[in-house]
């Protein structure tokens, strides 16, 4: 596959300046881990993992995305390297973070897509600002596979697709 995509995806995550469109205080920082990885790096290290785990169909987890830095990268690379719909791309990707005003940029960035307020260490604890599709969504998220109740959204009348989880972040657990 040609690499030329790389450029297009550093020009997409230079729309955004690095931690800006938020307010944070230091005490704010210190409680919540909130120094987002720089976009330099994001590329670095997405250029050193295999590029097809971001195949069409592939999941994409951010359990604590900040205001997107992953995320942004993950869905260009699906629309610039494998040729996908950003709608499409966006049915791919899924985004928590604790912060509701993180959660507000990292959608916007992304255009949309499954970006939740919640709290990925407690999935079931119910957060002041979560609204109650979120707190639905992040139970039915991390409920156990196979669990009795588990929700399987999809499309009436289609077949579950397979899907593989790409990149979790690791850079708070
Ligand atoms: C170090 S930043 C990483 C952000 C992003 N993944 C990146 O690499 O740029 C950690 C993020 O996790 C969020 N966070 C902290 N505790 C969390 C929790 N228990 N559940 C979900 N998000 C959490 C913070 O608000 C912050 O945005």
Not at 35 to 49: C, D, H, K, Q, R
Not at 88 to 95: F, S
Not at 99 to 124: E, F, H, I, Q, S
Not at 125 to 142: C, H, I, K, P, V
């Amino acid at each position: 596959m040609s690499e030329e995509f790389w450029p297009l995806v550093a020009e997409k995550l230079a729309e955004h300046g690095y931690m800006s469109g938020v307010e944070r205080t230091i005490d704010r920082i210190r409680a919540t881990g909130e120094v987002f990885t720089p976009s330099g790096l994001i590329l670095e290290m997405l250029a050193n993992v295999d590029v097809s785990i971001f195949s069409p169909g592939n999941t994409v987890l951010d359990p604590a995305c900040g205001d997107g830095q992953f995320l942004v990268a993950a869905k260009w690379i699906k629309v610039y390297a494998f040729g996908m719909s950003e709608v499409a791309a966006l049915c791919d990707l899924y985004g928590i973070d604790i912060m509701r005003d993180n959660v507000d940029v990292c959608k916007r960035r992304l255009g949309g897509g499954t970006v939740l307020m919640g709290d990925a260490l407690r999935p079931n604890a119910a957060l002041d600002g979560q609204t109650e599709l979120e707190r639905q969504m992040m139970a039915s998220l991390f409920m156990e596979p196979g669990a009795k109740n588990r929700k399987k959204p999809r499309v009436a009348g289609t077949k579950p697709r397979k899907r593989r989880a790409a990149v979790g972040n690791s850079a708070l657990f």
